[in-house]
């Protein structure tokens, strides 16, 4: 499964980058929608994620409540993360990841973000 992340890159702090997970292969509405993050000599961590669209309900991290958006776009087969007020702390390489009902799990193969001066 092909995924194609994008929006990643060098920013300032206080600054704002917005992830995108498209997979071509999967019909991602059906699924389960997760971005996780690994930091240099860290565990990957979940950051937010969204439910299918039966439901589509949003849970974040503590660490990104407020600044972070995840949100789709059924009819581009899209998810994103809307990340504001960015930290030298959310520096890490972002995973999107896709869970089925089944516990089938799929995942990207990640875009770095990195916030500094």
């Known amino acids: 499964v092909r995924f194609e992340e994008s929006g990643g890159g060098l920013v300032q702090p206080g600054g704002s980058l917005r992830l995108s997970c498209r997979v071509p292969?999967?019909?991602?509405?059906?699924?389960?929608v997760g971005w996780f993050r690994q930091a240099p000599g860290k565990e990957r961590e979940a950051v937010a994620c969204?439910?299918?669209?039966?439901?589509?309900?949003?849970h974040y991290a503590d660490s990104v409540k407020g600044r972070f958006t995840i949100s789709r776009d059924n009819a581009k087969n899209t998810v994103y993360l809307q990340m504001d007020s960015l930290t030298p702390e959310d520096t890490a390489v972002y995973y999107c990841?896709?869970?089925?009902?089944?516990?089938?799990?799929?995942w990207g193969q990640g875009t770095q973000v990195t916030v500094s001066s």
């Open positions: 990841n896709a869970l089925s009902s089944y516990g089938d799990r799929y």
């Open positions: 292969g999967l019909r991602l509405h059906s699924y389960q």
């Open positions: 969204i439910s299918s669209i039966d439901d589509a309900s949003t």
